[in-house]
């Protein structure tokens, strides 16, 4: 038999996550009812719609340390004044100290990096990758 704090802790997590799962139903179905609303909505001004032409638009998570566009700007901003190949370290580092967001958590700095990347990886016409003894580099084209 189990222990008794266990089966203590793990009913608490489970009745946590059903609530959470509760919560996303009654969500999902008040967005469904909306939609349905809105779908006889524009039937009503346009018949002869085709509601399955309207595609469904992405939903994006905003990022926590940077604005809308602000992360490319940074890098474009970083490697402009550098004027050499840098890292994705160096660079994820330096805006760092730009936005004062602690350096504290390693965990932090590898999130930051991996948006930078993300960034990076997106601006290909601009930016430019090199590799050179297996270490990743970033220039201006």
């Known amino acids: 038999m189990a222990e008794p704090h266990v089966i203590a802790v ?3 997590k489970r009745a946590e996550l059903a ?3 509760s ?5 999902l179905s008040r967005q469904q009812a909306d939609l349905t609303h809105l779908d006889a909505t524009l039937r ?4 002869t719609i085709r509601l399955s032409a309207i595609r469904p638009r992405r939903q994006y998570v905003r990022n926590t340390w940077f604005r809308r566009g602000e992360c490319l ?3 474009y901003d970083a490697l402009r004044e550098i004027e050499k190949p840098v890292t994705t370290r160096e660079l994820a580092e330096r805006i760092m100290q730009i936005k004062a967001i602690p350096a504290t958590e390693a965990r932090t700095r590898d ?3 991996r948006t930078l990347l993300a960034s990076l990886n ?3 016409d601009t930016i430019a990758r ?3 003894g297996g270490v990743v580099a970033w220039r201006l084209i």
């Not at 919560?23 to 969500?27: C, S, V």
């Not at 009503?44 to 018949?47: G, S, Y």
């Open 10 to 12: 793990l009913r608490s």
């Open 19 to 21: 609530g959470v799962v």
């Open 23 to 27: 919560q996303l139903e009654r969500q």
């Open 44 to 47: 009503l001004f346009d018949p």
């Open 73 to 75: 700007r940074l890098i």
């Open 111 to 113: 999130l930051v990096q």
């Open 122 to 124: 997106r601006a290909k």
């Open 130 to 132: 090199s590799d050179a």
